[in-house]
């Protein structure tokens, strides 16, 4: 006991020596650091190993780390001087990255006044999905992504359409779209109970339509003469078409395959129950179903004239292509809104039909 006590004074004697020539800086800083690890000791005093939090590395690195290397390494710790400095290094790095993050990362988020007009096309016009919502507002010259227009009507719960891909037959067209006509019949019913028949062109270059008229009785003599309309007015319009696509329905008379090869347009049958022949008379025919015809109570002849004259203004004037960028047959599409433009948006709907058809414009 006597030797054990002698020895332990004069270990503290030289302890004390070595704390003679430390700054009471340095003294203050272990004493803190000692009665931290007596601290982290005490909440595991039933643990088989002391593990130290988060808090705990980074106060100990911050605390010790300003000291001298030599004096780091004569201190009693718990971790090696060197874990010690290594989790300084990933403090300081930590908080460089936050320093550098950017405050808004991404791109930034859509104008306010874009996103209420967005969701207005959608509740305003049902059917459309976000491909023909964005359509419209390339034509209104607001300049967005597809994505993103689906990307605001996701949350609202609106689920957009699927797309539709692309049919081969448009495909081997397209090379030749400039000189191509296609034509079909459309078939309606009036209130009265009468069966009215429609013939419409399109040309696959513009997507211009062209509705050539209407008749409860397609007689060959009727369908010969709109055929020769038709050839006249492209000669006037100096067209440069060259075929004419057409399905092998028995409306279409003999007649009618000769009367246009003098105008120069050479008439080509699809195949036998291949409507996908005639892919994009097929898809307008779609169009003015779903878009004109399921929407509108057609009274007699002279009032589906009108609407479809109606329709037909609207079609080549006004509503977007997907296959030409989002321009209109007889309108390119015009140029981006400035951002102060776009930040003061007074959009204005005209409507056709009564407000089966809407048209949106910017304020005069």
Known sequence: MPLRLACLTVTNLFATLRLLPMSDRDKDTEILALRHQLTVLERQLDADRVKFTAEDRAFLAALLVPLPHQ??????????????????????????????????????????????????????????????????????????????????????????????????????????????????????????????????????????????????????????????????????????????????????????????????????????????????TERWVQTCRHELLDHTLIWNERHLRHALRQFELHYNLHRPHQAMHQATPLRAVPEPLTPAQISHLDVRRKDRLGGVLHEYQHAA
């Open 71 to 280: 004096v780091l390494r004569r201190l009693r710790l718990l971790v090696r001087p060197d874990t010690v400095l290594r989790r300084h290094r990933d403090l300081i790095k930590r908080r460089h990255a936050r320093m550098c993050r950017p405050k808004r990362p991404g791109r930034p988020p859509t104008v306010r006044s874009i996103r209420a007009l967005i969701l207005r096309l959608i509740r305003e016009n049902p059917p459309w999905g976000y491909r023909r919502v964005h359509g419209e507002l390339a034509t209104l010259g607001i300049q967005v992504a597809a994505s993103t227009v689906r990307e605001i009507l996701t949350p609202e719960g609106i689920d957009p359409p699927p797309n539709r891909a692309a049919t081969t037959s448009a495909d081997f067209l397209h090379s030749q779209a400039d000189t191509i006509l296609a034509c079909d019949f459309i078939e309606t019913i009036t209130l009265t109970g009468q069966r009215q028949y429609i013939l419409a062109v399109i040309e696959h270059a513009t997507r211009r339509i062209r509705i050539l008229g209407t008749t409860a009785h397609p007689t060959e003599a009727w369908v010969t003469q709109t055929a020769r309309n038709l050839a006249m007015n492209l000669t006037d319009a100096n067209a440069t078409l060259t075929y004419l696509i057409r399905d092998r329905d028995a409306k279409h008379p003999a007649l009618f395959d000769h009367i246009l090869p003098d105008a120069g347009i050479q008439v080509a049958r699809t195949g036998i129950r291949i409507p996908r022949m005639n892919a994009i």
